[in-house]
């Protein structure tokens, strides 16, 4: 089943806010149609059958004659069991009943578009959460639905409880069951809220009296999207991202840390998904996690990847070997820390990612590049240029949604340190003035330009320091002024860094991030 925009936003619906939004959509029809035709062999004509059958209605053609003989009609328990959500290609979903009666739901929700399970497609338009909870959300979805809109088809109801209740596995919580009603052989129509439906009442004079429908009030109002905003690179990202996350604790915005000081570019890359190493074994087993349990690996780095050293580095090897890599060239030491044994093919190469990585699919925010000049030297530094930008190309690359990628990229500035001398590192300048004219050219006004906001007249009054002389040189200078920098020289004060963090929001709230 080809997913279309409208199967997207009902998906969404259904793991944000889990109200009836879902049942507009062409998706929810389809399962709720299909739950009620599987378990159609399962009703009898009897009126004595007390076979579970969920309180689903379908469209069908208006019955000529709805039946009105009591002994067609059957009280019918229905008690909700294990409910499975997951992705697939196409929607689906089984219901079985359980021997005491439940029902047990597996369904299965058809992938985005472009190939995006349905959780990354929730994350991507603002849901926030773990896959877990997302899951959660969903099975609410179906052991407590909302009141269905008019006319429209239902996924499956639980309308009044009864003296018995069972345990739902998957949210460990009572399952309500539903008592519901329905006369054998007889068409129904899609069922209406009885709030929002003409009623029938008898007056004084014994005539039948017609009453007006009332207006359906929504249980809980909509919940409102918050994106997160995901921080990628070295020390300038991981000190910005730390505020930013005190900041949106006061705005309610969701911030994630993945930056990492003292890294490379090539650790950028990785803290987004990206693999620039691979790793193998000589050995087929890397055993589980236990006192100086060690195993011996090599990396490969990818093209153009200037090799950089671990300490103790979470990753996650392959789709599923959590460990700790620590070593200074392509001969590491490799800490297993699963609780099961893996078992591995010798000298296959497998990707490494950042335990701490991923949510691309928020806003994401990069700074990198910065430890790649420090390292360079006037015979390099040309090639350390492209190697740097190369990475930003590809960390830009991976940011999710890909047809309208939500990222902002910050500049970098010089040290006021030895190593930054104009008399003896001018090359260093040179590569740093070139990186930020490509990065602003590149991508306009996604750049957050941090350089210029240090050198500005401006940062003295956002901070209130009182600049030296010396402070006032170094911004002519285009070198770091020692009055904002915690470290005399490298790093900014915290005061500073809460006033870039500041900045970045309200450049993701400029660019309609949030």
């Not at 003295?460 to 002519?476: L, N, V």
């Amino acid at each position: 089943m080809t997913t279309n925009t409208k199967t997207e936003a009902a998906i969404l619906a259904m793991a944000e806010t889990a109200r009836t939004a879902a049942d507009d959509s062409k998706e929810a029809k389809k399962l709720a149609l299909e739950v009620q035709k599987r378990l159609d062999g399962t009703s009898s004509a009897s009126g004595t059958t007390t076979q579970p059958t969920p309180s689903v209605t379908t469209p069908t053609a208006p019955a000529a004659t709805p039946s009105t003989n009591p002994a067609s009609t059957s009280i019918i328990k229905v008690s909700i069991g294990k409910v499975t959500v997951k992705t697939g290609d196409a929607a689906d979903v089984k219901v079985t009943v359980s021997e005491d009666g439940a029902l047990n739901f597996e369904m299965t929700l058809p992938r985005g578009a472009t190939g995006e399970s349905a959780y990354d497609i929730a994350v991507r338009n603002g849901f926030t959460g773990d896959e877990k909870k997302w899951l959660e959300s969903l099975k609410a979805r179906i052991i407590s639905p909302a009141t269905p809109a008019e006319n429209t088809p239902t996924a499956p109801d639980v309308t009044k409880p009864s003296t018995t209740e069972t345990t739902s596995p998957a949210t460990n919580a009572p399952a309500t069951p539903a008592v519901t009603e329905h006369a054998a052989n007889e068409t129904t129509s899609p069922k209406v809220p009885a709030e929002n439906k003409s009623e029938s009442a008898t007056g004084s004079d014994g005539q039948e009296t017609s009453q007006t429908p009332k207006e359906v009030q929504p249980t809980t109002p909509p919940v409102a999207l918050k994106r997160s905003i995901s921080f990628f690179g070295d020390s300038t990202s991981a000190r910005i991202g730390d505020q930013a996350m005190e900041l949106g604790k006061t705005e309610n915005i969701p911030v994630v840390n993945n930056a990492k000081g003292g890294t490379l570019a090539a650790y950028a890359l990785m803290s987004m998904n990206g693999s620039p190493v691979d790793i193998s074994f000589k050995v087929d087993t890397i055993p589980a996690r236990g006192k100086d349990v060690t195993v011996d690996g090599t990396l490969s780095y990818g093209e153009n990847v200037t090799p950089f050293s671990m300490h103790s580095t979470l990753v996650v090897i392959g789709d599923d070997i959590d460990a700790a890599i620590s070593g200074q060239g392509t001969e590491v030491k490799v800490t297993p820390m699963s609780a099961k044994v893996n078992t591995v093919e010798i000298d296959k190469k497998y990707p490494v990612r950042l335990k701490k990585s991923g949510n691309i699919d928020g806003i994401c925010v990069i700074s990198t590049g910065k430890y790649d000049m420090n390292s360079a030297n006037k015979g390099n530094y040309q090639a350390v240029l492209e190697r740097i930008k190369t990475y930003i190309e590809k960390c830009v690359a991976l940011v999710e949604p890909k047809t309208s990628p939500r990222y902002i990229v910050m500049t970098n500035w010089a040290d006021n340190k030895t190593s930054w001398e104009k008399t003896t590192s001018e090359f260093r300048h040179t590569l740093k003035d070139q990186y930020n004219e490509w990065l602003k050219e590149t991508y306009g006004d996604k750049v957050y330009d941090l350089e210029a906001y240090l050198m500005s007249e401006q940062v003295w009054t956002d901070t209130a320091i009182t600049p030296t002389e010396a402070d006032k040189q170094a911004q002519k200078d285009k070198i770091l002024p020692i009055s904002l920098s915690s470290d005399n020289g490298s790093n900014l004060l915290p005061a500073v860094e809460e006033k870039v963090a500041e900045k970045i929001i309200a450049k993701a709230k400029e660019l309609g991030y949030l």
